[in-house]
Structures are given as structure tokens and as C-alpha cells.
Nanobody
Framework: EVQLVESGGGLVQAGGSLRLSCALSGDTFGDYAIGWVRQAPGKEREGVACISNSDKSTYYLDAAKERFTISSDRAKNTVYLQMNNLKPEDTAVYYC????????????????????????WGQGTQVTVSA
């Protein structure tokens, strides 16, 4: 059974940085795409970024492209989301999500565009950005 454990959320002032971590266990790390999905109060879940642990292709939410970086460390079975220049509108619960790559032979773009279709989910970590 795949398990995802997130860490790294917290409270930060606008303009600050945070790094979220997501550790995958229970299966082969390289066989999965992993992404970050956030949900603010009263809003739908929104895909922030995702990465293929096979070919390292990445996709980003437009609002995150210039400020966030997703990366993958196969030795640690961990995906990171480095978030810089945080804004109050980034405040949300951030979830780590994973999906087997065999389901996406033509790429993982749909995982970014349709964030509710991920198979496995972490428990979520709160990110709060104060003005």
C-alpha cells in the first residue's frame, strides 16, 4: 500500500519561503508521478505542480511557475516543493498526491489539469502566508 507523508508547512510572512517534502513508501518510487494539490477554504482543489519520477518532466500552475520549484530525490524517495516569494493567496492546505506512471504513457499533464484524479493522497499540511 502506497503511503505519502508530507512535512514542511507552517506560517510565513508574505515574501518568505517554505519547502514542502513528500516521502513515498510502499512501492517503487520511480514508478510514480507525484504532485502537490492545494485547497483553500471555500475553494476547489487546485493542482500546483507535479513531476514524473521517471523522466523528471514537470508541470506547474501558471501562478506558481515563477515562484515554485518541484524536484525529486530518488535516493530519499522524496519529492520537494520549494516555494519562494509566497503570497497571502497561497494560503491553503497542501496535499501530496501520487499516481502510477503506467496509467499515463503519453505524459502526466492531465494530472496537473485535473487534480482530483490522483490515486493516492497524503494527509495534507497547512501553509499560511500572512500579509
Amino acid at each position: 500500500e502506497v503511503q505519502l507523508v508530507e512535512s514542511g508547512g507552517g506560517l510565513v510572512q508574505a515574501g518568505g519561503s517554505l519547502r514542502l517534502s513528500c516521502a513515498l513508501s510502499g512501492d517503487t518510487f520511480g514508478d510514480y508521478a507525484i504532485g502537490w494539490v492545494r485547497q483553500a477554504p471555500g475553494k476547489e482543489r487546485e493542482g500546483v505542480a507535479c513531476i514524473s519520477n521517471s523522466d523528471k518532466s514537470t508541470y506547474y500552475l501558471d501562478a506558481a511557475k515563477e515562484r515554485f520549484t518541484i524536484s525529486s530525490d530518488r535516493a530519499k524517495n522524496t519529492v520537494y516543493l520549494q516555494m519562494n516569494n509566497l503570497k497571502p493567496e497561497d494560503t491553503a492546505v497542501y496535499y501530496c498526491a501520487a499516481d502510477p506512471l503506467y496509467k499515463w504513457p503519453w505524459g502526466i499533464a492531465n494530472l496537473q489539469d485535473y487534480p482530483t484524479i490522483w490515486t493516492y493522497w497524503g494527509q495534507g499540511t497547512q501553509v499560511t502566508v500572512s500579509a
